[in-house]
């Protein structure tokens, strides 16, 4: 039977792609000014969420709770399929904590279930991809554990990286001084941020102005894919799809890519990076051998 796939909504594929492709989601949650939202990974919320920030409005974030991860496993399990879930890196959140949480107290009641949780050690673009992955891989006819096994192997050469346009929302997160944070946003630097192997998010190298941060991320691609030709490369962005396009085309110019999927950086991660903020994900070599 195909297995039934689940992600954390920290993937940032648009809404429909979940019934369009029969993914199941669970949604993070993140605040603003005190009030309560679902990350739904509907454009029109992100965008409110980036206007809000752009006022200066005050966003923190939530994960997933064990129950919620619990009661979705249990209301799949009379379908006798294996359940592959994929949460954002657990150095990030701890919302692969609790799905693994969730699992050990389904197997105590339900020892027949199969269930497999994945961390992606990624999140946003480089989740995004991974999830497109795990949907083709389920519609070739691999079972539950082969996608698990594939993902674990391969994970770590899902390369994503963003670039950040304000340094203050960095600041904010405690990834910067104050003094950094200022002095940076003076001379026009923006810092290129890549996920490591072990699932942080770690500075990779400092671009002055948004132009050459762009030509960064097309550069670290055509330095690191492999087999460009089949791939479908992931472009998210912090509401600028304008240079998210550019980004494409710069790309294009590279590497003879197969396809693009653009979305944009959702509320978990760019309520750190901010508005403006842009990143890539494709695949290549392990991220211990980028350079």
């Known amino acids: 039977m195909k297995p039934i796939l689940l992600s954390d909504s920290s993937a940032d594929i648009y809404h429909e792609y979940y019934a369009e492709n029969d993914v199941a989601k669970v949604c993070l949650t993140y605040t603003i000014n005190g ?6 990974s509907v454009a029109a919320e992100t965008n409110h969420l980036y206007a ?8 923190t974030t939530s994960q997933v709770n064990v129950q919620t991860f619990y009661d979705f496993f249990e209301s799949v399990l009379p379908q006798g399929r294996p359940i592959v879930s994929l949460s954002m890196s657990s150095k990030l959140s701890g919302s ?7 699992r050990e107290m389904i197997l105590q009641k339900y020892p027949e279930a ?15 991809q991974m999830l497109f992955y795990m949907v083709a891989m389920r519609d070739q006819g691999m079972s539950g554990k082969e996608i698990a096994v594939w993902l674990e192997e391969n994970k770590t050469r899902f390369i994503h990286c963003v670039f950040v346009d304000d340094l203050i929302y960095l600041r904010r ?3 910067l001084t104050a003094a950094e944070s200022f002095f940076g946003n003076l001379l026009g630097i923006k810092p290129l941020i890549w996920m490591d192997s072990n699932g942080y998010l770690v500075p990779r190298e400092k671009k002055r102005g948004r132009k050459q941060a ?4 097309a550069d670290l691609l055509a330095e690191n894919i492999v087999e460009p030709e089949k791939q479908t490369v992931f472009i998210a962005h912090g509401d600028c799809p304008e240079e998210a396009e550019e980004l494409k085309q710069q790309i294009m110019r590279r590497s003879p890519v197969r ?3 653009i979305g944009m950086i959702g509320p978990v ?3 750190h990076t901010g508005p403006g903020s842009l990143a890539v994900s494709f695949f290549g070599k392990d991220r211990k051998e980028v350079k």
Do not use: C, H, P, W
């Open 52 to 59: 809000r920030m752009r006022k200066g409005d005050s966003v």
């Open 269 to 271: 991660i760019g309520s």
């Open 114 to 128: 199969e269930i497999y949780t994945v961390d992606s050690v990624s999140t946003t673009a480089g989740q995004g």
């Open 173 to 175: 997160g405690g990834r």
């Open 259 to 261: 396809n693009y999927f």
């Open 96 to 102: 692969f904590s609790a799905s693994q949480t969730a």
């Open 35 to 40: 009030q309560q939202f679902f990350d739904n």
């Open 214 to 217: 762009l030509f960064g991320l």
